[in-house]
């Protein structure tokens, strides 16, 4: 069992950065594979980032490609999305998830565990 927890969220003018931190539980955290996702109100939830379990493999959405980093640091059991650049096109509920994979997926129904998100706004 792992339990996540998102951090870091908040309002932040456009063109402004935001940290995210998403702090895990459980033994074997560098066995998980995690990604990013968000969702918007009125929309479906969409993949942001994804990094493999030695953090050696990591991917992208598109529209963030560029501006959003992702990393971890498997002692400290915590993934990180830096946010910088920052569009009102950003804000959205910001979730972390694991899978228990060593590689890492575009699709949030190959995640097994889950965070309760943190809040992105970013204004005009």
């Known amino acids: 069992q792992v339990q996540l927890v998102e951090s870091g969220g908040g309002l932040v003018q456009a063109g402004g950065s935001l940290r995210l931190s998403c702090a895990a539980s459980?033994?074997?955290?560098?066995?998980?594979?995690m990604g990013w996702f968000r969702q918007a109100p009125g929309k479906e939830r969409e993949f942001v980032a994804a990094?493999?379990?030695?953090?050696?493999?990591?991917g992208y959405a598109d529209s963030v490609k560029g501006r959003f980093t992702a990393s971890r640091d498997n002692a400290k059991k915590t993934v990180y999305l830096q946010m910088n650049s920052l569009k009102p096109e950003d804000t959205a509920v910001y979730y972390c998830?694991?899978?228990?994979?060593?590689?890492?997926?575009?699709?949030?129904?190959?995640?097994?565990?889950w965070g309760q998100g943190t809040q992105v706004t970013v204004s005009s």
């Open positions: 459980g033994r074997t955290f560098s066995s998980y594979a």
């Open positions: 990094i493999s379990g030695s953090g050696g493999s990591i």
């Open positions: 998830a694991a899978a228990r994979s060593s590689a890492w997926y575009l699709r949030a129904r190959m995640y097994d565990y």
